[in-house]
């Protein structure tokens, strides 16, 4: 088999690596199929069926994110049947969705939402009466997040980043048929397994998991995405901030290496301190038994008097030092530099040994 493959699609002639997955190459190629539960970085579902295509030589219509790359392939990606049926399965999602779009928060950050305005699915034109569908209230237990089975597709998006991302396994799905739900360990995000890290927010394609926000956010629209490196560990993760009004409303992970969007719980849900009225912005010095606020020139000139009133008095190894992962590798080796040269001991540490391990 060549490791080249030939494909055409709507009469365009793409080229792909052999064994890709079909619906990836054809949006890399431009054609704009829909599709709500396939994600590149999990493992395909077919569940939704929108990415519906023909391939000549097969009978009826299959999901394209089912069917790899292989030569000579004739795939018809668009014509009226297509998306017609394609209206119709979103028709059939919306029929059994709490369309809140008005207050939901992802509005305007929402696939179906999307895909139900390209098709055009206002109330008056749906086919499909809203089923009637018995479901618990949403799981606000954890502290980060939030689940409204309400707004949930099944997708499966959720379950597969936490057990093929994360290596966690925490999601699986609960009862049957409409009534099917996402229950995390026994039934409980609180009581779960879950560490928080938000891959499941990340990939949720609509607003059924949310961040848990201290207030309200603004619309998504309202927001500026900027893109940054966290500051947490020297991993280096690339983070989206939602920035409003100069103040970071919250965190996705950037889909750029090294991270494709993963992050940590501190670094999706830990930057509320910005903005803390008790954050410290300037060293502290004990005076009197009173924190008192100081210049750093005076701060570090008290740091090195008692760094020698010590390695005088009891010898260097009585000094240790604990060096920090919001620090650079580069000021990391420069502090362990500066504890076994200038003041002599090996006594040097990480927090990394705590959390990052
Ligand atoms: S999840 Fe999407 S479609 Fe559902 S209410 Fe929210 S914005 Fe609307
Ligand atoms: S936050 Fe992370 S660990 Fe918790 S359920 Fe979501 S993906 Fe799994
Ligand atoms: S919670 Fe979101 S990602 Fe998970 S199954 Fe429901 S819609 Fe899909
Ligand atoms: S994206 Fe292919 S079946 Fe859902």
């Not at 924190?291 to 010898?315: M, R, Y």
């Amino acid at each position: 088999m060549p490791d080249i493959v030939s494909i055409k699609i709507d009469n365009v002639e793409v080229r792909a690596p052999a064994g890709a997955n079909l619906l990836q190459v054809a949006r890399d190629n431009g054609f704009d199929i829909p599709g709500l539960c396939y994600h590149p970085k999990v493992s395909v579902t077919g569940a939704c069926r929108l990415c519906i295509v023909k391939i000549a030589g097969r009978p009826g219509m299959v999901p394209a994110c089912t069917v790899q790359a292989t030569d000579g392939l004739v795939v018809t990606a668009f014509d009226e049947e297509l998306e017609s049926m394609r209206r119709m399965l979103i028709d059939l999602l919306l029929s059994e969705h709490n369309c809140d779009c008005m207050t939901c928060e992802s509005a305007g950050n929402c696939e179906l939402q999307d895909l139900a305005y390209r098709y055009s699915l206002d109330n008056r034109s749906r086919k499909f009466a809203a089923r009637e569908r018995v479901l618990p209230e949403p799981d606000t237990s954890s502290p980060v997040l939030a689940y409204d089975p309400s707004k949930c597709i099944v997708c499966a998006r959720c379950i597969k980043g936490c057990e093929e991302v994360q290596g966690k396994g925490v999601l699986s799905f609960a009862n049957r048929g409409l009534e099917t739900i996402v229950t995390a360990g026994l039934g409980e995000w609180a009581t779960s397994e879950c560490d928080g890290c938000g891959e499941c927010v990340q990939l949720c394609p609509t607003g059924a998991i949310i961040e848990k926000l201290p207030e309200l956010p603004p619309r998504s629209w309202e927001v500026e995405k900027i893109q940054t490196t966290c500051s947490y560990c020297g991993v280096g993760c690339q983070l989206e901030m939602w920035v409003k009004d100069n103040k970071v409303i919250k965190v996705r992970g950037a889909e750029a290496v090294p991270n494709y969007g993963s992050t940590c719980i501190k670094g999706r849900f830990g930057h509320t301190y910005i903005d803390k009225f008790d954050r410290l912005t300037t060293p502290l010095i004990r005076r009197n038994g009173k924190l008192e606020p100081a210049t750093w020139d005076e701060a570090l000139s008290l740091v090195k008097e008692n760094l020698l009133k010590i390695k005088q008095e009891h010898g260097p190894d009585a000094i240790a030092g604990l060096a920090s992962a919001n620090c650079t590798n580069e000021e990391n080796y420069l502090f362990q530099k500066f504890m076994r040269a200038s003041v002599g001991t090996n006594n040097v540490d990480h927090c990394a040994r705590l959390c990052h391990a």
